[in-house]
Structure formats: structure tokens, C-alpha cells
């Protein structure tokens, strides 16, 4: 069964420093997605992408998150630098092309999530 | 504006039933998610309701009133392994989601 995998799993770093998380989506969904969820709360987006280009980043923190799909088709989300508020679980989800057999609104399939902790 | 509530936690005993309520506001409608989410494990999807009425998949079965705004999840025969968060979400037209800050249902022996 297909899956999206991200990675790390788990990252423990200290304020200041730089952090990478990757994502690579299930073969052929067109849409990604990455969220951060603090503990209690529901996910917040911060950037969707569409293929190779940015959707939407309007929630993305860009004076230290950065973004990137490439090639349409892993992600990497950058934190540089990393600061205390940033500790909270990163998940990356994709969505088929919109449109698509299952109707207009298709359901997002998320991996496993990157758990972040910053000292 | 939009807005979803769900109740923060609920208590349930194992074999029983519960219900999950979520209220929404937005300013369309394009259908209503459920999604179940593990302690430290990401969400996974249980249901999408487009039209009003009720839909059953084995144990759990999701209840949706678009003139009322309004919508349940129903979980019947409870297992200890439901004992989860349960995150009611709508898409917002942008093919983004609108997520519940969840419920985390506790089922006790």
C-alpha cells in the first residue's frame, strides 16, 4: 500500500540551529501539503504545494521557514533558526490531483510526522 | 468567518457507544471529514460526508445536517484501541482543509 514517508522520525536540536524535515508523497498526488500541530490542536497549515509551485504560504513563518518541491515531487521544510515555540509535531500529507474518481475533495493521506523538539 | 467546536475530551466505557458532535460555520460547503488520530501518530482518514443523512462503515458510522451545521461521528461496540483524537475537518474551497481542534475520547475498562 502506498505511503508517504517523511523523515526524521524524531529531531532534537538546540535553539539556533538549523533543521531540515523531507517528505516524499505517494506516486502521482499532485498536492502537498505541510502542517505543524501543537499537542491539544488540530493542524495548521503552513504551505500547500500544487505540483512544483507554492499554492499557498501565507501561514509560513518566512523570516526562518523556508519550503521547496523542486521536481514536483518530494519537499523539504527548512526552520533556520530554530527557536523554543518551534517544538511541536511537523506532518506532511498529499491529496490526488483535485478532481479526481473519488470527487472533488479528496481526502489527504498524511506520513507519519517529524516530531520536533528545540532546547 | 469559519469555525469548527468540538468538545475538547470524552469519556467512554469499553462495549458501549458514543458520540462525537462538530458544529461548523463557513461561508460554502463542500463536505465534512473525520479523521482519527493516534497519540503521537499522525491522522488518518474514517469519513467524508458531501449530503445530509447518516453513513455506516462497520463500527463507526458519521451523521451529517447541512442546514443545521452540524455533524456526528458514532463509534458503537467500543475497543480500548479507539481511544484516540478524533478531528472533525472541512475544505474551504482552496482544496485546504479547516481542522477541529479535536476530541480525545478515553475509553475505560
Known amino acids: 500500500e502506498a505511503e508517504v514517508a517523511q523523515s526524521p522520525r524524531y529531531k532534537i536540536t538546540e535553539k539556533s540551529q538549523a533543521v531540515a524535515f523531507w517528505c516524499d508523497p505517494i506516486?502521482?498526488?499532485?498536492?502537498l501539503y505541510w502542517y505543524r500541530q501543537i499537542l491539544g490542536q488540530g493542524p495548521e497549515l503552513l504551505v500547500q504545494?500544487?505540483?512544483?509551485?507554492?499554492?499557498?504560504d501565507s501561514q509560513l513563518p518566512k523570516d526562518r521557514f523556508s519550503a521547496e518541491r523542486l521536481k514536483g515531487v518530494d519537499s523539504t521544510l527548512k526552520i533556520q533558526p530554530a527557536e523554543l515555540g518551534d517544538s511541536a509535531m511537523y506532518l506532511c500529507?498529499?491529496?490526488?490531483?483535485?478532481?479526481?474518481?473519488?470527487?472533488?475533495?479528496?481526502?489527504?493521506?498524511f506520513g507519519p510526522g517529524t516530531r520536533l523538539t528545540v532546547l | 468567518g469559519q469555525n469548527i467546536d468540538q468538545p475538547t475530551e470524552m469519556t467512554a466505557t469499553e462495549g458501549a457507544i458514543v458520540q462525537i458532535n462538530c458544529t461548523y460555520q463557513?461561508?460554502?460547503?463542500?463536505?465534512l471529514f473525520w479523521y482519527q488520530q493516534h497519540a503521537g501518530e499522525a491522522p488518518t482518514f474514517l469519513s467524508y460526508?458531501?449530503l445530509d443523512g447518516l453513513e455506516e462503515k462497520g463500527r463507526f458510522s458519521s451523521f451529517l445536517s447541512r442546514s443545521k451545521g452540524y455533524s456526528y461521528l458514532l463509534l458503537k461496540e467500543l475497543q480500548m484501541k479507539d481511544s484516540a483524537s478524533y478531528l472533525c475537518?472541512?475544505?474551504?474551497?482552496?482544496?485546504?482543509?479547516?481542522w477541529g481542534a479535536g476530541t480525545k475520547l478515553i475509553i475505560k475498562p
Open positions: 506516486s502521482g498526488h499532485a498536492t
Open positions: 504545494f500544487q505540483d512544483e509551485s507554492v499554492v499557498d
Open positions: 500529507a498529499s491529496s490526488p490531483q483535485t478532481g479526481s474518481e473519488s470527487g472533488p475533495y479528496n481526502e489527504q493521506f
Open positions: 460526508n458531501v
Open positions: 463557513t461561508s460554502g460547503f463542500n463536505g
Open positions: 475537518a472541512v475544505p474551504d474551497g482552496n482544496y485546504q482543509l479547516i
